[in-house]
Structures are given as structure tokens and as C-alpha cells.
């Protein structure tokens, strides 16, 4: 079964690095025997320049329709003076809400005598997930990205 991905590059390295990872995703594809349909959309600055809004319609209703979203960066130096309902992060904050996404996944390394001091051990915790691993490379701290149970669109 053919699974459909909306491919959201962004601005700046966001494209770039959606090469790269549609690269991974196609070799994940090729060895686990996945076949995906991917459909690039428009988000952040580049929606901006082709369609005057940081998250046109038809970029939410690409993501309705498919089985996944892959998002690459948004926004950059060109766009900074843009009127506020313009930003590219009003493309972000609008693809979150749209689909009730509150967070994101980020590995990071994590001193283990800097996690006290991080804002989720200082009662942070209703924000958002922390989830710390001690591992070889002194520790890795995931904010989860979770959408909320039950939601599917």
C-alpha cells in the first residue's frame, strides 16, 4: 500500500535538506519494501513569494489528504520585514494548529550536568515532553512531536 507524503521543503537550507531526506526516506523505501508518494507543498517564505501567504489553502489541503507531513525550515533575512500575518513563522504556527501538532522532535546533546538546569527540570513540564537518555555521547534529550490522540485528518 502506496502511503502519501506532503514534502513541505521551506526556505533557507529547508530544501536542501529535504533532498537529503527524501533521499533516506527513498532507501528506507527500497529496504523495508515502502512505497511512497511524495507531493511538495509550499509553507514559510516560499509560500509567501508564489502565493502571498505563509500557508496557503492549497498547502493545508495537500496535508488533509496525505498520510504524513515532512517539514523543512521556514524563514529567512529576505522576509524579516514583512508585515506580521506575512511572516514565514506564521506558516509554522498555522500548520500546527490546523492539524493540533505542539511540538517537535529534536535530538540534542545534553551535558548530564547541565539537566538540571534545563527549563523542563525547573517545572517546565506541562509545556512540553522531555525525555532524557543517558547514552555514549552524554546524553540525548527528545521534545516529543506528538499529535494529539485520536486526531487524524
Known amino acids: ?22 533521499k533516506v526516506l527513498k532507501a528506507v523505501g527500497d529496504w523495508f519494501n515502502h512505497e511512497f508518494e511524495v507531493e511538495k507543498g509550499y509553507i514559510g517564505g516560499a509560500a509567501v513569494d508564489q502565493f502571498g501567504s505563509p500557508l496557503p489553502a492549497e498547502t493545508i ?3 488533509k489528504k496525505s498520510d504524513a507531513i515532512l517539514l523543512g525550515a521556514v524563514g ?16 509554522l ?14 535530538p540534542v546533546k545534553a ?11 525547573k517545572g517546565n513540564r506541562g509545556r ?5 537518555r ?3 555521547d552524554g546524553g540525548t534529550v527528545l521534545r516529543a512531536a506528538i499529535r494529539k490522540a485520536g486526531s487524524r485528518r
Open 61 to 63: 489541503e495537500l496535508c
Open 111 to 121: 551535558f548530564d550536568s547541565l539537566i538540571s538546569a534545563s527549563p523542563p527540570e
Open 1 to 22: 500500500m502506496k502511503k502519501k507524503i506532503a514534502v513541505l521543503p521551506g526556505d533557507g537550507i529547508g530544501p536542501e535538506v529535504m533532498d537529503g531526506a527524501l
Open 134 to 136: 543517558s547514552g555514549t
Open 128 to 132: 512540553c515532553r522531555y525525555d532524557h
Open 93 to 106: 504556527l498555522g500548520i500546527r494548529k490546523e492539524f493540533e501538532l505542539f511540538a517537535n522532535l529534536r
Open 76 to 91: 529567512g533575512p529576505q522576509w524579516e520585514n514583512l508585515p506580521k500575518e506575512q511572516r514565514p513563522e506564521k506558516g
